[in-house]
C-alpha cells in the first residue's frame, strides 16, 4: 500500500510533522533556491512524487497555469492540495513510471509539460519489482524526455555519520562517487545506502547539498535542471 510505503506514507508525513520545522530548513530553502533558478518555457508542470509538497513553494507553483501531480500516497495528495490551496492540481494517482519504457510513457502521456522528479529517482517506488534494474531504468531517462524541460533532485547516498561539511556546491560536470563523498567525510570509516541514482547525464553541471532527515540519518543530494 502507498500509505505505507517505504520510501513515503505515513512514516515520511510523520518525519516532515516531526522535523519540517527543525532539521528540514535549511534543505528547503537549498531546494526553494533551486526552483526559483529553474525557468522552464512551459505552463504545464508535471509534478512526479511530491509528497505532501514539503519543499515546494506556492510562488514557483504560481508560475503554472496547468499541474499535474502523479502521486501514489492518496494522503499526500490531500496534505498537497491543504498547503497549497491556490494552486489547482490534477492528480494522477495510477500512473506507473516503475517499468522499463516508463519515461517513454511518461512523455507520451503528458507532451506539452515539463516534469519535476520531487525526491524521487534515488527511492524505491510502488510497483517496483524484485530485480528491478534501476541504472537501465534511469540509463533511459534523458532519452525519453531528451529535448524537453525536467529537474530533480534525489538521494545519491544516506549514512549514519555526521558530513564534515554542510556546504552546498556545484561543479561542471560529474565526479566519481568516491571522490564527491571525499568533499563532504574526511577520512575514517564510511558507510553508507548507496540509493544507485549516480551517473545521470555526465557532463551537465550539477548542484549538491546535504538533508539531516533526521537525527543520525545524512543524505547527499543531487539537483539537475534543464530548460
Known sequence: ????????????HLRAWRYGKTLWPDFHSRV????AAWPPETDHLVLVGPSGGYALDAGFLARFSRLTVLEPDRLACRLLEHSFPHSRFRFDTNFDLAKADGFHLLAKRYPDAAFLFCNL????LVGQEAGFDRQAWLADLEPAIAGRAWASWHDLVSTPRAPDSMEAIGLERAEPLDALLGRYWKGGDLAIHDHESDGLVLEAPRQYAIWALRPGQYHLVEWLAFT
Open 1 to 12: 500500500m502507498p500509505f505505507l510505503h517505504p520510501s513515503g506514507g505515513a512514516v515520511y
Open 32 to 35: 526553494r533556491a533551486w526552483l
Open 121 to 124: 529517482l534515488g527511492q524505491q
